[in-house]
């Protein structure tokens, strides 16, 4: 059984950082598509920063470029997203998913999903 567990987020304040990470089970990330969507109260969930299995490709919305960076631990099974500089519009609960299909890594067919967890930035 393939589950997927976020862990860190929290609270910060406008500027500040916070990190999320993913760690998965039953599924070797290595050859899979990891990436980290939010959902923000009342409104659609909406992709955030997507990573290939190669390391080196990566995508990000524009609404983060710049500011967080996803990265890719295969030894440990894990994908984390780093966010500095912080902004209230950040708030949200973000969701890793990952996928071994080849798929359109902004869109919403990820095969897994984690819980959620949630980050909450003040002015």
């Known amino acids: 059984q393939v589950q997927l567990v976020e862990s860190g987020g929290g609270l910060a304040q406008a500027g500040g950082s916070l990190r999320v990470s993913c760690a998965a089970t039953?599924?070797?990330?290595?050859?899979?598509?990891l990436a980290w969507f939010r959902q923000a109260p009342g409104k659609e969930r909406e992709f955030v920063a997507a990573?290939?299995?190669?390391?080196?490709?990566?995508d990000y919305a524009d609404s983060v470029k710049g500011r967080f960076t996803i990265s890719r631990d295969d030894a440990k099974n894990m994908v984390d997203l780093q966010m500095n500089s912080l902004q209230p519009e950040d708030t949200a609960v973000y969701y890793c998913?990952?996928?071994?299909?080849?798929?359109?890594?902004?869109?919403?067919?990820?095969?897994?999903w984690g819980q959620g967890i949630q980050v909450t930035v003040s002015s």
């Open positions: 998913a990952a996928s071994a299909r080849i798929i359109y890594i902004r869109g919403p067919h990820y095969d897994y």
């Open positions: 039953g599924l070797t990330l290595s050859r899979a598509i």
């Open positions: 990573i290939r299995w190669n390391e080196r490709d990566t």
